[in-house]
């Protein structure tokens, strides 16, 4: 089956660092999302990797290694506002999205 | 202007009743869907449309029956509403079905069946 592995939720200070793993196995490969959900909003597209390596967008970096299933989501300097839940997302052959449960990230003054 | 629009924002009603969800994208987008969110935060597929017609159908109860009448709207009918129906739906929109681009999604509506 499919299937895609994120932590429950995660807690960071503000201004630390904070890294955001997710495993996926999936019937191939057409990409991985991240994508960031406030309590009571929308998900909200933040990165998209198909290829091996890191993607960097302003304090946020995503991270993809297609050979071990896993990518993970980098948040620096981390701001109050970054409390929200991240959903990693994987489209399959089928270009279907296939979900994770999302990971609650709080974060502490 | 709002990208992808859906109301209402916010239903509450009683067992057994029907219901219906509107959804538009001012995209120019081919293809739309409608995801259901649990207490449990999955987000599961029920439906993609690709320029009016239905390309995915994920195994849905068929009280819920989709209906877009044209590429910019995704419409969802709801009969018989049962309490496991509670949950947040969400409207999406994509460029294309085989498009590995970003989905835009609407605010959600958030459906209570008491």
């Known amino acids: 089956g499919q299937n895609i592995d994120q932590p429950t939720e995660m807690t960071a200070t503000e201004g630390a660092i904070v890294q955001i793993n997710c495993t996926y196995q999936t019937s191939g490969f057409n990409g991985l999302f991240w994508y960031q959900q406030h309590a009571g909003e929308a998900p909200t597209f933040l990165s998209y990797n198909v290829l091996d390596g890191l993607e960097e967008k302003g304090r946020f970096s995503s991270f993809l290694s297609r050979s071990k299933g896993y990518s993970y989501l980098l948040l620096k300097e981390l701001q109050m506002k970054d409390s929200a839940s991240y959903l990693c997302?994987?489209?399959?052959?089928?270009?279907?999205?296939?979900w994770g449960a999302g990971t609650k990230l709080i974060i502490k003054p | 202007d709002t990208a992808v629009s859906q109301t209402p924002k916010y239903l509450v009603t009683q067992m057994g009743n029907d219901k219906s969800i509107k959804c538009e994208q001012n995209l120019g987008h081919d293809t739309m869907y409608w995801y259901k969110q649990d207490s449990k935060k999955f987000l599961k597929i029920m439906f993609s449309y690709n320029n009016k017609e239905l390309i995915i159908n994920e195994t849905v109860p068929n009280r819920f029956s989709p209906k877009s009448p044209d590429k910019a709207h995704l419409n969802l009918h709801i009969n018989s509403l049962e309490l496991g129906d509670s949950a947040v739906y969400f409207c999406a929109s994509s460029q294309g079905s085989r498009d590995t681009g970003e989905l835009f999604f609407g605010e959600g509506s958030r459906l209570t069946v008491l």
């Open positions: 997302a994987v489209m399959d052959s089928n270009y279907q999205l296939i």
